[in-house]
């Protein structure tokens, strides 16, 4: 077959199949044997971190080998530390009180969409959650990164296998076309779609008929209230809007500074390595950045910032990290108010937190709803408003956003993948961990009306595995012959009433003409819950 398109297709298809052939024997595997295979990937993934970080860079000219390792290591260390206690196996969790049982189903194969920003950390980040689920998965590479993927793919797997992974549980497409994708998405062998890429592609996983899990872009704005240690907001901007040049969705987009500490933010920011732009370089250099389609211009997605004043034609001085640009508004005629995937970075000044949380709602809405956003304040109930009042699912306090909205510097669920929830079409708001490629089968046993209507409002039990009750036959070799806490006496008894009496450890003491059904006879067998009333047991 010699077009490209074509192979590509038939690849999707037969990867798609022999994906949910290995299934059928991943989800019959054990937490241990998952887990082994997982902390093998992220072992051998680990020492590797820097050789797939040049690769990566190399191969696509996004950012840098320093940040990228660190995005690699991230993945092989902090998700796969996250996961590793995470039980996703039988039973996750036991209510007694509700009598529900939560058992865990793997969702099937996962169709996972790779972009060419983050393309090492997120193939690892994607391959160790699906595992870790019990899902198959197909690794989907963006073509301008196919082979650094590829690589990590094949590192991957060879741990895998040694582990005791079934075979074409973990596989990669190596013919790469946009048509290829797409069928592998809409593929029946095909699960669920992780997405992570450009709009378009996302919304070709929402359109697929699949579940899917993508993200949305992020126009992260950051608030520094007049109450903010200012210095530390500045390193965390500058140390957030470089990171890998600012190739992650969640890097600082804009700052809206207040009005009281706006030179001071000024200063810190060009002490820290920003050059404020005068009005007619920011012109130029939104000339170059922003396309007329006010998406990102390819050449400068992931540069210096020496490199991009240089295809704008500005001259700045050596050793600039950040280009920064005052702007009055946000639209269409602010171009730089975009999300601009580079470590360019728009500057606002705002008169109180009132303006500050409109202005960073307006920018979050000019393409990053639902995303992430950022406030650097020491005064908490500041802090607490503008949460309440941002668009985004995403507030990150006194940390760079960057590395803070992945789990890096926050406690947040460490993760590559960013939900932005319904308001950014996304089908959570989440981090995605192990636990959304996951079903949850509940078995419920049941409860009569005053019982259920007792358990109204409130909270459940802890979401852990709670041991079920234990009940022993009296006189059990090893066991304490005890007699519970008795009943009031009854002269009728069912089913339910000698379950609701077991749950709870108490007997039923019958009278004298007491009637028992055969249910409730077969239900008490075997336990010390049915007695006379002078406490012997009853028969």
Known sequence: MTDRDLRSVQQARD???RAREAQASLATFSQEQVDAIVAAMAAAARPQAERLARLAHEETGYGNVADKTRKNLFACEDVAAFIAPMKTVGVLREDRERRVLEIAEPMGPVAAVIPSTNPTSTAIYKALVSIKARDACVLSPHPSAEKCILETHALLLEAARRAGLPEHALSCMTDVTLEGTQELMKHRGIAVILATGGIGLVRAAYSSGKPAYGVGPGNVPVYVDRSADVAQAARDVVAGKTFDFGTLCSSEQAVVCDQPIADAMLAALQQGGAHLLSDADAAKVAATVVQPNLLPNPKIVGKPAT???????????????????????????????????????????VSGLDEGIERCRQLLRFGGTGHTCGIHAKDEAAVRRFGEAQPAFRVVVNTQTSMGATGYATAL?????????????????????????????????????????ALYGRPPAPASVVPPPVCVPAGTPGTPATTPEPDEAVDFVAEDDVRQALRRGRTLRLLERAIVTPAARDAAAGHRVLLRLDGEPWA
């Open 307 to 349: 490199h991009i004043a240089s295809l704008a034609g500005v001259t700045v001085p050596e050793g600039t990290k950040v280009l920064l640009a005052r702007l009055s508004g946000v639209g269409r005629d602010h171009p730089l108010s975009i999300e601009k995937l580079s470590p360019v970075l728009a500057f606002y000044v």
């Open 413 to 453: 669920s460490p993760s590559m993948s960013l939900g932005c929830g319904a308001w950014a079409g996304n089908a959570t708001s989440d981090n995605v961990t192990p636990l959304h490629l996951l079903h949850l089968k509940r078995v419920v046993w049941g409860l009569p009306r005053e019982e259920r209507q």
């Open 15 to 17: 990867l798609a199949v």
